[in-house]
T-cell receptor, first 113, second 111 residues
Framework: AQSVTQPDIHITVSEGASLELRCNYS??????LFWYVQSPGQGLQLLLK??????LVQGIKGFEAEFKRSQSSFNLRKPSVHWSDAAEYFC???????????FGQGTTLQVKP | NAGVTQTPKFRVLKTGQSMTLLCAQD?????MYWYRQDPGMGLRLIHY???????AKGEVPDGYNVSRLKKQNFLLGLESAAPSQTSVYFC??????????FGQGTRLTVV
């Protein structure tokens, strides 16, 4: 079945440490790929997106993500986490460029001082 | 820049009551969407629209209706609310597959 999986429900990192959030998808062709962030009580904000080309994409707030076709993955990374990065992160795919997004279950990031 | 605006932000309904959620966007986007967010399930698409006057079903359309009479507005209706519809509802808009812009959400509780 077509799906988006975020294996980690909850992650805790220390401020200043590096971060990697995992995302795997199961679609035949390479879909459009997105990462969103949601702060408590807020809507979703687009961090970055991948359509084609360079497999390492840069986003806002110092985030980047790498598309790996062989692993069907689109992992989100940040070299040094700030306390303000504590939020819920969602990976999403658009399988057919229709704008209809399929979301993963989300990963909650907690940042320790 | 307002972006995507949802009203109301909070609502409590009794089982069987009806209500309409309003979404307005000022970005001239053709595509609009309604999602619901439930703990541990991410967001799931309820209905969507690819242009004024058009609507289509998403992943979880049962119990909901929508209308897109004007390009900038997308309404979500619950004709007879059920406790299973307790959720946070998000509206979004986009230029096809370029990435959606989301509203702030409506927290709905059905008792």
């Amino acid at each position: 079945a077509q799906s988006v999986t975020q294996p980690d429900i909850h992650i805790t990192v220390s401020e200043g440490a590096s971060l990697e959030l995992r995302c795997n998808y199961s679609y035949g062709a390479t879909p459009y790929l997105f990462w969103y962030v949601q702060s408590p009580g807020q809507g979703l904000q687009l961090l970055l997106k991948y359509f084609s080309g360079d497999t390492l994409v840069q986003g806002i707030k110092g985030f980047e993500a790498e598309f790996k076709r062989s692993q069907s993955s689109f992992n989100l990374r940040k070299p040094s986490v700030h306390w303000s990065d504590a939020a819920e992160y969602f990976c999403a795919v658009d399988p057919s460029n229709t704008g209809k997004l399929i979301f993963g279950q989300g990963t909650t990031l907690q940042v320790k001082p | 820049n307002a972006g995507v605006t949802q009203t109301p932000k909070f609502r409590v309904l009794k089982t069987g009551q009806s209500m309409t959620l309003l979404c307005a966007q000022d970005m001239n986007h053709e595509y609009m969407y309604w999602y619901r967010q439930d703990p541990g399930m991410g967001l799931r698409l309820i209905h969507y629209s690819v242009g004024e006057g058009t609507t289509a079903k998403g992943e979880v359309p049962d119990g909901y209706n929508v209308s897109r009479l004007k390009k900038q507005n997308f309404l979500l209706g619950l004709e007879s609310a059920a406790p299973s519809q307790t959720s946070v509802y998000f509206c979004a808009s986009s230029l096809q597959g370029t990435g959606a812009f989301f509203g702030q959400g409506t927290r709905l509780t059905v008792v």
